[in-house]
């Protein structure tokens, strides 16, 4: 019997601070719901617009899989292992952070918001060496199909984690139906529309609306409107 736990747009944490425009599916810094903290191994989902010219200091973190995906505009990395980098609409760039890195990102653009999710995973091993990956996509091989972005494998599509987790993305017409199958018994999946509107089972969900799906075998999509979705298949034991 799937479980499902809905999580409406209007319901996410919300800091405006000028400079940063965040929107919180989880607990993240001062907003707190204690029926909020994570889904399994998925710690953060932040959905950021970050002003022209801004970003964020340099700042530390540990043993976490970090994923950055920009949605409109650029990023601008430094990290402590050398890396400087600018992620574009398009790329998707993690960081397992491990026994501990430095990083600042910041709005390149002059004249131009960006727009972009952060998620933050906990790994299934800690202390590892920190590591940085960078790649561009293809958005078009997300076209009525699920494309990957993200696994556990260095060999498979997309980026790779130390974690037992799949993500991927999809452009959906209206009327366009699709099955998602998952790949590891005892993950949940955690779909998040980006834009559009889409059919869950049956559960019609809206721009930024959030579910979280347990004991499931397959999961149907019904796009209502031309819809953008982002599935994270993720571990739920920590």
Do not use: C
């Amino acid at each position: 019997m799937k479980n499902i736990i809905l999580h409406k747009a209007n319901t996410r944490g919300h800091a405006n601070h000028g400079w940063l425009n965040a929107y919180h599916s989880f607990s993240f810094a001062s907003w707190y719901n204690p029926e909020r903290v994570q889904f399994g191994v998925l710690r953060v989902l932040n959905d950021d617009t970050v002003a022209s010219g801004m970003g964020f200091g340099t700042h530390p973190h540990d043993n976490m899989e970090i994923i950055t995906i920009p949605l409109e505009g650029d990023l601008a990395h430094k990290d402590s292992m050398g890396n400087a980098e600018t992620i574009k609409t398009g790329d998707i760039q993690v960081m397992s952070a491990g026994t501990g890195i430095q990083h600042s990102e910041f709005n390149p653009n002059a004249d131009h918001h960006t727009k972009l999710f952060q998620i933050w995973l906990f790994p299934k091993v800690r202390n590892v060496a920190p590591r940085y990956q960078q790649i561009t996509l293809d958005t078009s091989d997300r076209h009525n199909k699920l494309q990957q972005i993200l696994s556990p494998d260095a060999d498979d599509a997309g980026v790779w984690i130390y974690q037992d987790a799949w993500f991927h993305m999809g452009n959906l017409d209206k009327g366009t139906t699709i099955d998602y199958n998952r790949k590891k018994v005892g993950n949940g999946l955690y779909v998040f529309v980006i834009k559009g509107s889409v059919k869950v089972d049956g559960q019609e969900l809206e721009q930024r609306d959030g579910l979280g799906i347990t004991d499931f075998d397959k999961v149907s999509f019904e796009a209502t409107s031309d819809t953008e979705v982002l599935l994270m298949e993720v571990p739920m034991e920590q």
